[in-house]
Nanobody, 125 residues
Framework: QVQLVESGGGLVQAGGSLRLSCAAS????????MGWYRQAPGEERELVAA???????NYADSVKGRFTISRDNAKNTLYLQMNSLKPEDTAVYYC???????????????????WGQGTQVTVSS
């Protein structure tokens, strides 16, 4: 079982910056990919950015060049640095972790998704 606790959301003016944090706890040894999703009112939840345990990243086109995802594996913490924020970025942001099963020293079957409760980001124009 993995618990994800987010922080860093809030209200910011357009052009400003925020940094979201997501602290993972519990059975974290087999966490592989982690990511940030967001859901705006009336919209589907979408992937914002993802990062693997070795640091490979990918981003939604809408945030490329503005957002940076990173992780501190030692602290089991995921970050999203958001710069040049736009009103269109307003959404509830969710932390996600893909977890596997440990067998001895091997992690496998990365089939378990865990979610944070979400943190509100509001960007005013």
């Amino acid at each position: 079982q993995v618990q994800l606790v987010e922080s860093g959301g809030g209200l910011v003016q357009a052009g400003g910056s925020l940094r979201l944090s997501c602290a993972a706890s519990g059975d974290t040894i087999c966490i592989s990919a982690m990511g940030w999703y967001r859901q705006a009112p009336g919209e589907e939840r979408e992937l914002v950015a993802a990062i693997t345990s070795d640091g490979s990243t990918n981003y939604a086109d809408s945030v490329k060049g503005r957002f940076t995802i990173s992780r501190d594996n030692a602290k089991n913490t995921l970050y999203l640095q958001m710069n040049s924020l736009k009103p269109e970025d307003t959404a509830v942001y969710y932390c996600n972790a893909l977890n596997g099963i440990v067998a001895g020293t091997i992690c496998h079957r990365f089939l378990y998704d865990y979610w944070g409760q979400g943190t509100q980001v509001t960007v005013s124009s």
